[in-house]
């Protein structure tokens, strides 16, 4: 476990410095509203967009806020070719009594400047980062949805911008913040997804880009992707590229399994698999709640028969994106196992829960992970 020591308050932001250029047409208010009533995931962008601009010799510069809009981006751009990229993804949650909050922006901050050294890309101080999404949230607040279960998702990221067809880390990156309000993940309510091993890929070897968050890595996901869709699945799991036996992650979530004497298991940090904030935020309190949490190597084999020996009573995901989300079902070419009748568990929907209550300000923030914002 890490990062869970950085306490919210505690770090400076950078907003004051970006420039605000707002929108001389944002979206009129019956329409935002309207957009509000009916949200989807990531189809619908606020008003306006941070942006910054690194330059080698000479740092992060041209801090703005600007209307939302297309890129004006060189053919050349490296990214296109070499996809010199990465992001994070967190949201703002609107609390009943109106005010807005981050949960645990500086670990996502920590993590950006940890997939960016990976990648060859440059440092991003934490204050600009959360500077950024200060300057951004305090201009199109309004967007922020106040129903249950709604939030604005932020999508923090950079690329090489560069316009050359060398192989070398570019000199010239964009960094950009894009806002997009989402409603519930599952909005017929929580339903387990099924899950289908994938055969023949993996996402991320040893020594590879696993650990970071960046796009390649969602790229050499999509083909399984779309085979675990084909066998009637909505998600993909992936081993471990170098024996094919133990479990690593979903293609954007983190699994965990719950024994039946409620001993959690969830796959160790091999540098395969991407430390997920959820993840370290769930491992967290269900230590706190007195629960055993084992961070391990975990087989694929056992996973199998312990859920047909009803030894393994849940299996869960978690992210950002979908919180914590029961596994009804694991399908591979060999076998195809039901977990728990196919009904969400008392224990995924306890910490799921238990982390929502505090997203939300319904429960008192005793770790010190929200920062209010608005
Ligand atoms: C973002 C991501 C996760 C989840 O991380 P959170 O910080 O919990 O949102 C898990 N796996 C992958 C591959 C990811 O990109």
Known sequence: MTDTTASAAATASNAAAF?????????????????????????????????????????????????????QLD?????????????????AYRWADGSVHLFRPEANAQRFNKSAHRLALPQLPVEDFIGSIEALVAV???????????????????????????????????????????????????????????QGFHRAGPGGTGDAKCGGNYAASLLPQQQ????????VLFLDAKEGRFLEELGGMNVFVVRRDGTIETPRLTGTILEGITRSSVIQQLEDDGRK?????????????????????????????????????????????TINDGVAGTVT??????????????????????????
Not at 75 to 91: C, D, M, R, T
Not at 300 to 310: H, I, M, Q
Not at 313 to 337: H, I, K
Request: proline share 7%; aromatic share 10%; hydrophobic share 40%.
């Open 19 to 71: 420039e605000v250029r707002r929108h001389e047409a944002p979206l009129p208010v019956a329409e935002r509203n309207a957009a509000l009533a009916d949200l989807r995931f990531g189809t619908q962008f606020t008003d306006h967009m941070a942006r910054m601009q690194w330059v080698n010799g000479e740092g992060w510069g041209d801090r703005r806020v600007v209307p939302y809009g297309p890129l």
């Open 75 to 91: 053919p050349a751009a490296a990214v296109l070719h070499y996809a010199q990229e990465i992001f994070e993804g967190l949201k």
């Open 140 to 198: 199109d607040e309004p967007w922020v949805p106040g129903t249950e279960e709604s939030s604005l998702y932020l999508r923090p990221y950079m690329f090489a911008s560069e316009a050359f067809l060398g192989v070398r880390p570019a000199h010239v990156i964009d960094y950009l913040l894009i806002a997009s309000p989402v409603g519930p993940y599952f909005p017929g309510g929580i339903k387990p997804v099924s899950i289908w091993v994938a």
């Open 228 to 235: 675990a869709i084909e066998a009637g699945c909505q998600q």
């Open 293 to 337: 949490v084992i961070e391990k190597d975990i087989t694929l084999d056992e996973v199998r028969t312990g859920v047909e020996s009803g030894d393994i009573a849940e299996v869960f995901a978690c992210g950002t994106a979908a919180v914590v989300t029961p596994v009804g079902r694991l399908a591979s070419p060999d076998f195809d196992v």
């Open 349 to 374: 929907m306890g910490i799921r829960q238990r982390l929502t209550d505090i997203q939300y300000g319904r429960d008192e923030d005793t770790y010190g992970w929200m920062r209010r914002i608005a």
